[in-house]
């Protein structure tokens, strides 16, 4: 059993509510089927499917938690979870396994760089981000048996850091001083690299303080807040298109409040990222620590930091 | 006790009755703003049929987690739900006054904050998936609910109906029923003209699925059809109900101009005289195709 399958398995006995679901996407699920029994229901390879009936199953007052590919969960099944599951808050839970740059080898069909933009389009929908397994048990039961619907890129990565701090929806976890001059924001797998990176420029003397965010949506508003107050630069740093994930949400809390901040966004250009194991499409693609706090180092002599 | 036998007997009288008062209140939508007339007319008689005759329903048990579900998945034949609601107490006949007002939510397709409606249907090819979804969680409990989805035959052009038809021929759930309104005429144009159905019964019965075909206007046939179910034991059915768009208004019957309609209010008399036995009306609005 994996930590995932264990924490899924708790709320299953905790919670007669719970149903599995899957779009054949058994990765994440390889043990559970005979101890889910009834409760775990396999459609096959129909994405579309798989949201309909995780509607009409939350239609009658259960909380099913589907599962399928990053990339079609949801794209494929897009209007799905915008019309069946979006537009009657059903409290469908949404796991999409190899999200972003976890795809690793398949190359641009299965890359779900768009994801969070898309997801973060549908209202009432949110997001957990978790940086590693540990995490994602972590998070889960709170995100599980809140009443809205929820997307999770579900990330089958070692533990990045011991996470030490409470769960809550909308709450960032926090390394580092919160009033250091440089404040970066990231999700997911990354996470590892940049707390990496935040060493390296703790080795060059910059203190940077770096927020988990868990949820991307809700958002920490208040840790985003409590940086402009502090910070001289923003970064931030996902495995996303650099329009619709957090780069975005961070230049429209600015603009929102008038605020005037450089932002320094690491995220993928207008492209599809290289096929490669993890270590080199990090590398390849310029998202390691080192290769994050080059970045970051870059664009300080022009803001006199 | 078959539990996919009709909840009553057949009052054939009462399901006439009630499929002309809703006629008529699909009409005077169409009246108020326009609806898609054409699509609604043709399935008021399944929907009378199946409101009066064979689903465990009332107007008190809407919350009962045992009752049957009618799915509208060709969601833009509201009027015709609202219509037969309406004639059977679910909801004021008032209320169909306020089509198109701002403030209620009686419009185009089926809103779910209207007593009666299960879902929010409208595009297409959603109604399959979440019927299915339905059913496994009623045999999950096992509870005898039946859950039938209303399906439009230009609605069998969406791949996701035949997605979710083979995961339901692949769970062998037998409480689970489409109905195929097959009028034969898709927003355009003829359906055999674009993308051929036919033979529809085939398909679906290659799908493993259980299959019937009668007159979708005839309540006698589809009482029969209904309580010959299942047509194939612990599989879904399916009873494709041949239909003509417009039924009832001689003047609109069959064409692919009547699909959404709006009527001037000064040709409202002419044409409820019409459905109820009256000469055929001759309409100066113009109804469309898409």
Known sequence: MTPYESALLELLQRDERIVILTAENRAALRNLPPLAGERFLDVGIAEQTLIGVAAGIALRGRIPI???????????????????????????????????????????????????????????????????????????????????????????????VKHTQEFAL????????????????????????VLEAQEILASHGIGACVYNLRTVVPLDEEALLNATLH????????????????????????????????????????????????????????????????????????LGV | ????????????????????????????????????????????????????????????????????????????????????????GYIPEERLHRHLQPEDAIYWHPNRSVPGVEF??????????????????????????????????????????????????AYRVEQLIAVVDRNRLQANMPTEELIPLEPIAEKFRAFGWGVLRVDGHDPTALHAAFSALPERPKRPSVIIADTVRGKGLPSMENRVDRWFCAIRPEELPALLAELHGGAAATLSSAGSAE
């Open chain 1, 66 to 160: 589907a599962h399928a590919l990053a990339a079609f969960l949801t794209m494929r099944a897009f209007e799905f979870i915008r019309t069946d599951v979006g537009i009657a808050r059903l409290p469908v839970k949404l796991v999409g396994g190899f999200p972003g740059f976890l795809s690793e080898g398949n190359g641009p069909t299965h890359q779900s760089l768009e994801d969070i933009a898309l997801m973060r389009s549908i209202p009432g929908m949110g997001i957990f981000c978790p940086a590693d397994e540990a995490e994602l048990v972590l998070g889960l039961p709170s995100v599980v048996m809140a009443p809205q619907p929820f997307y999770i890129r579900y990330p089958n990565v070692p533990a990045a």
């Open chain 2, 1 to 88: 006790m078959n539990p996919l036998a009709p909840a009553r007997a057949l009052e054939l009288d009462r399901v006439r009755a009630v499929a002309l008062q809703a006629r008529q209140h699909c009409i005077e939508m169409a009246a108020r703003g326009g609806c898609f007339l054409g699509a609604a007319l043709s399935c008021v008689d399944i929907l009378s049929y199946l409101y009066t005759t064979y689903l465990q329903l009332s107007p008190e048990r809407l919350e009962d987690p045992e009752r049957d579900y009618l799915l509208l998945s060709k969601g833009h034949a509201v009027p015709a739900l609202y219509g037969v609601l309406a004639v059977l």
């Open chain 2, 120 to 169: 929010h249907f409208g595009s297409l090819g959603h109604g399959m998936a979440v019927a299915l979804g339905i059913a496994l969680e009623c045999r999950l409990c096992r509870s005898p609910n039946r859950v039938v989805v209303l399906l439009g035959d230009g609605e069998l052009n969406e791949g996701s109906v035949w997605e979710a038809a083979l995961v339901a021929a």
């Open chain 1, 231 to 302: 910070a001289r630069l923003l970064v931030t740093v996902e495995d996303h298109f650099r329009h619709g994930g957090i780069a975005t949400m961070v230049a429209e809390f600015l603009t929102e409040r008038r605020l005037a901040l450089p932002v320094l966004p690491i995220a993928v250009p207008s492209r599809w990222v290289a096929a490669a194991p993890l270590a080199e499409l990090l590398r390849h693609e310029g998202f390691t620590g080192e290769q994050i706090a080059e970045r970051i180092l870059a664009a300080l002599p022009a």
């Open chain 1, 170 to 193: 909308g709450k960032a976890e926090r390394f580092g001083d919160p009033e250091s001059p440089i404040a970066i924001f990231v999700y997911g797998l990354l996470l590892r690299e």
